[in-house]
């Protein structure tokens, strides 16, 4: 089992950067594909970013890109999200999510790919 766990969320400004924090437990992280979604109200779960368990790739949704960086620490196991240029629409819930250990796949936008998840950190953009 992996636990994960959100930090970073809050009221932050439009405009402004919001970088936030998924920290995992286990020996697994290293291994496993991290991605971020997000959830606005009456809204489904969507896809924002993901860096492989190699590192070797970083993708990102359209919603997003330009304005979004996705890192992770393995040494800490620990993911980042940073996203710039906020704009009331980056109001949600957002998640972190690893996926299955060595994946080369190509289905890390779709939320049923994931098998760990956070509990979410809420993220209201304000102006």
């Known amino acids: 089992q992996v636990q994960l766990a959100e930090s970073g969320g809050g009221s932050v400004q439009a405009g402004g950067p919001l970088r936030l924090s998924c920290a995992a437990s286990g020996r697994t992280f290293s291994s496993r594909p991290m991605s971020w979604f997000r959830q606005a109200p009456g809204k489904e779960r969507e896809f924002v970013a993901c860096?492989?368990?190699?590192?070797?790739?970083?993708y990102f949704a359209d919603s997003v890109k330009g304005r979004c960086t996705i890192s992770r620490d393995n040494a800490k196991n620990t993911a980042y999200l940073q996203l710039n240029g906020l704009k009331p629409e980056d109001t949600a819930v957002y998640y972190c999510?690893?996926?299955?250990?060595?994946?080369?796949?190509?289905?890390?936008?779709?939320?049923?790919?994931?098998?760990?998840w956070g509990q979410g950190t809420q993220v209201t953009v304000s102006s």
């Open positions: 860096i492989t368990w190699s590192d070797s790739s970083r």
């Open positions: 999510a690893a996926g299955p250990q060595y994946y080369t796949g190509a289905q890390y936008y779709r939320v049923n790919y994931y098998t760990y």
